[in-house]
DNA sequence: CTGAAAGCGCTTACAG
DNA sequence: CTGAAAGCGCTTACAG
């Protein structure tokens, strides 16, 4: 049982090669195929159940219509569904999408996108990581379309897809500032990624502008490879250390499910003792007793600005060096972590 | 800047497109190339950073090395999760994967594997919905790879990996009775899925090896489709009604979510006035408070298990209609929301 | 040990 | 309005 091919088509149909082309690629009319033959052509399609070869097509033209989705890790809520939504728009869009998961790790991205750029890819939606500069660089040297999304590679001027991380970092922490805490601490993680030294620079300048002093006793970094077990260790040392904290800041939403098991582990009670927001929403956080203040990302809207930004460079609507970021603006949702602070 | 071939390596080295091709498919040996040709044509590859064109090598071997994956939803936890681990997998054995999800939607589903097809996919990973049977047989008939995950189709001999969802419902309900509760709550969706049918015949035949009644009072159903909303309004009407119940079975944990927000909607206190336990496990579970009994579907020993099979399938070490199924035990991980009844 | 050549199934410039 | 033919970049049977 051999795939119908074309020429069977064409020989079906005593017609040429040509013809079936023009009609299968919506030619006709501007190539002057008359309706009869067109006609004739779409029910032979039909009735044999002909799909092009897509291999015959995309060695011919070079176009693979195939997206590469280079993600931290799709197996977390904010990168999953992300991936759900772009999948989604590119196959309206006739594309199918390859995915792979960085873990952060630099050398795992670039393997990745060396790896699809040899399946040729048509073009790419990255989470960098921190060392991916001139990987990235080498894409726009090579005119292969892509935009970033969810973090910026520093000093990289390209198109991108991001959360206003200062914004909503500053108006986060001015919710607590407003409802009265004053001793608060910021928990993040080691990263030079704009993404996170915005996310500080939003709590340090809210702080001060809330004429709230800061040391770095407001302050601590943990690993981002770091075990489970040892980043809820560190951060229970940290609130035991810093006894005079009334609130924390977590600056994603994994630190603060590891946060919420540390104050469980020194028996601090949310929000009695301490008051606790996140950066980023999820599930957890809407259901967890008491639910959890956060700063939210777009999803939706972070994943549909990506994929039509990427369609419009790679139908060259939209230049690769054209520098069109989108900024997207976060929500804080209060819930019952952070109350009025009791006298 | 053209995209170096073959033909250009053979050219510079004088040699023949013959010779560099079986250099690269690692024949050289077999072939009788000369050492000392294969490490000129080596060094000249790396030095050119060729890469084969793969829609050229696609179309002249019909293999695309390239699977498939289906599953119900890429942004939930366990799909998620498994969807990464495969792509893992795969990619150390020279495949990218395309994902897509399906959203439980038979036409989609449908569509999704047709769509695959086209771009000539080496194989399938597949979730499968109700309605699927007639287009996986199809499949089977084409002898095109494929393993089911998650789910089986009922009447159609296979190869899959699952979970045991009769053992897992059946311990789980035990765990309950165990504990001295009598009246329990099995809260389930519409499906013919014998996932779902498996997870309630585990639950009665547990009831009735435990001596205990069973009535349609002990059973409430809602549709997968229906909006969170009013799948938590049907949970707190159905508590309401059933105010003799002393402990839930949430048959998925995405209900188990809803279901907690319906105790809350209804006053309804978790362990004091009402036991809970739920089929599949997530972060969210182990965090709450209190803490949520679950059966845990090992998502990491499913997801290799089913990529290695399809690999062991696609390389002939296994047919297609050997149907061997894996069936993974679950693992029951008891927590604060069942404990001991209190008399 | 190595090479010339056919052919995978398309698209498209060219010819009529 | 439609067709014959080149060519995309590989793999591999065949020849020597």
């Keep these: 049982m051999k795939k119908v091919s074309m020429k069977d088509i064409a020989k079906e149909l005593n017609t040429s090669i040509t013809t079936v082309s023009f009609v299968i690629n919506g030619k006709s009319a501007a190539m ?14 039909k009735k044999r159940e002909f799909n092009p070869n897509s291999a015959a097509r995309m060695l011919r033209t070079g176009k693979s ?19 759900k939504i772009i999948e ?14 960085t873990e952060n790790n630099d050398e795992t991205a670039k393997r990745l996108i060396n790896k699809m750029r040899n399946s ?3 073009g790419y939606i990255i989470t960098a990581t921190q060392g991916l500069k001139d990987e990235v660089m080498k894409l726009g040297k090579e005119n292969i379309p892509f935009v970033l999304i969810d973090r910026l590679i520093p000093d990289l001027e390209t198109n991108y897809v991001i959360l206003d991380n200062y914004q ?3 108006n986060l922490t001015n919710h607590l500032i407003e409802r009265g805490y004053k001793n608060i601490g910021f928990i993040s993680i080691y990263s030079e990624m704009t993404m996170m030294t915005e996310r500080e620079k939003g709590f340090s300048n809210a ?15 943990v690993q981002f490879a770091a075990s489970g ?24 939403n994994y630190l603060g499910v590891m946060g919420i098991e540390a104050l469980q582990k020194v ?6 003792d301490i008051a606790v927001v996140s950066f980023d929403d999820n599930d957890l956080f809407r259901l967890l007793t008491p639910s959890i203040t956060v700063a939210s990302q777009p999803i939706h809207e972070m994943a549909t600005k990506s994929i039509e930004m990427l369609l419009r460079i790679i139908k060259k609507e939209q230049r690769l060096t054209e520098n069109r970021g989108e900024v997207i603006k976060p929500e804080i949702i209060v819930r019952e972590s952070s109350p009025f602070k009791k006298a």
């Design 267 to 272: 028996n601090l009670n949310i929000p009695n």
């Design 65 to 83: 219509k195939t997206l590469g989705l280079i993600v931290e890790d799709i197996g977390n809520f904010f990168f999953g569904n992300i991936a």
């Design 32 to 45: 002057g195929i008359s309706p009869a033959t067109e006609k004739k052509v779409r029910d032979l399609i």
């Design 120 to 122: 040729s890819v048509d």
């Design 229 to 252: 077990a040892s980043t809820i260790n560190h951060i229970a040392e940290f609130l035991s250390n810093n006894t005079e904290l009334d609130a924390l800041f977590f600056a994603t």
């Design 168 to 170: 909503g970092s500053y």
């Design 88 to 101: 989604i728009e590119a196959n309206k869009n006739g594309y199918n999408v390859f995915f792979s998961s």
């Design 207 to 221: 702080m001060l502008d809330g004429g709230l002093q800061l040391s770095e006793k407001n302050f601590l970094k």
